[in-house]
């Protein structure tokens, strides 16, 4: 029995030994795999990106000065239309009126100036032969002293004529300026994109200024960015900027920063308090851009995404951060790609990363 066990642990330890040495003589060889990445020439930006919204370029509300109906409106959506164009016409009956009224006041006040002037010229007749007749003794003191008053009251009556014409002259022109206020014009060349009334409306211009039409020049659009306050360091007037919407996410539009605004956007919109509590909201500021639109595919209210470039290198060697394993391999290939021109650069493996390495931007 005992040498049945013997043999059967002699034959187990060969076993282990073959198999450990088969093992040992198939195992596959560890070798180090290096990874490679073709040295390119590229240019190289560094940018801001921002979200923004499309707004007309200038917008105008065209509003009514006198009060009435709304007889006749000459325009509809989208139509263009010319500085002094007719837009709609208000009743102008009690405008009318009164500017007759006062018209008929003013040829009252004449004639009774011509009245007033003939009595005027009688009455200087009476006093002057008055004073003549008292140098000779031949009159009262009373009778010149009641000629002399008449003449005064004469040139007083005159004078109040001539005052009641003049301020009628004035009405005249304010009610020839309120009838020339029913009728809406255009103030300058545009596009209809808002009317916010409609024929037979009775619009109240003593209570509010009521807008009759929105004008827009759509030629030139204004592109309104939210920076964020980190960013804002960075960002100023003059840089360049790309800039897509989502109707057209692959047409980008190349234009210019024109300005930054200097308070933050709640106070841009004039809604700005003085509160400390700065924990409610994120803090943005408008970056403004004014971008020709001549293919009219800019539309008012438009969301942008923008792409604000605020550094740029030009013809640089680059190499994706891939082979880059660590500070000092960065380091190495800065100073390889400045003191030789090798077609790769080979390191360790390293976790993938998608981004170029910037030797020139850091």
Not at 104 to 122: E, F, I, N, R
Request: glycine content about 6%; proline content about 4%.
């Amino acid at each position: 029995m005992n040498k049945k066990w013997v043999k059967i642990g002699i034959w187990s330890v060969l076993a282990i030994v073959v198999v450990g040495g088969l093992w040992y003589a198939f195992k596959p060889k560890q070798q180090i795999n290096y990874v490679t990445d073709d040295v390119r020439r590229t240019n190289l930006e560094q940018s801001v990106n921002a979200t923004g919204e499309i707004a007309a370029g200038q917008l105008v509300d065209v509003g009514a000065q006198a009060s009435g109906q709304i007889k006749k409106l000459y325009v509809k959506l989208g139509q263009q239309v010319k500085k002094g164009d007719l837009i709609a016409d208000i009743d102008s009956t009690t405008q009318l009126n009164t500017l007759n009224t006062n018209k008929a006041k003013l040829d009252t006040y004449k004639a009774q100036l011509v009245s007033g002037q003939v009595a005027l010229q009688m009455k200087q007749r009476a006093f002057d032969r008055e004073k003549a007749l008292m140098a000779q003794d031949a009159t009262s003191k009373a009778e010149l002293d009641t000629a002399h008053d008449d003449l005064a009251s004469a040139k007083a009556n005159v004078a109040e004529l001539k005052s009641q014409i003049k301020q009628t002259q004035i009405a005249i022109n304010t009610a020839e300026a309120d009838l020339g206020y029913t009728r809406i014009t255009a103030p300058m060349d545009g596009t209809v994109v808002a009317i916010p009334v409609e024929e037979g409306q009775t619009v109240n211009a003593n209570q509010s200024t009521p807008t009759i039409v929105q004008l827009a020049d759509l030629s030139k659009m204004l592109n309104k960015m939210q920076i964020a306050e980190g960013d804002m360091g960075k960002v100023q007037a003059g840089l360049p900027l790309t800039f897509t919407t989502l109707a057209n996410p692959n047409n980008p539009r190349r234009a210019k920063l024109d300005a930054v605004d200097p308070g933050l956007t709640t106070m841009s919109q004039g809604s700005y308090s003085t509160s400390t509590d700065t924990t409610s909201s994120a803090i943005y500021y408008y970056a403004r851009s004014l971008v020709p639109n001549e293919d009219g595919k800019l539309h008012i209210g438009m969301t942008t995404q923008n792409s604000i470039i605020i550094k740029t290198a030009d013809n640089v060697l680059t190499v994706s951060n891939q082979p880059l394993n660590g500070n000092e391999a960065k380091k190495r290939f800065r100073y390889w790609a400045t003191t030789s021109k090798p077609q790769k650069w080979l390191s360790k493996p390293a976790s993938p990363m998608a981004c170029a390495q910037k030797s020139n931007l850091g």
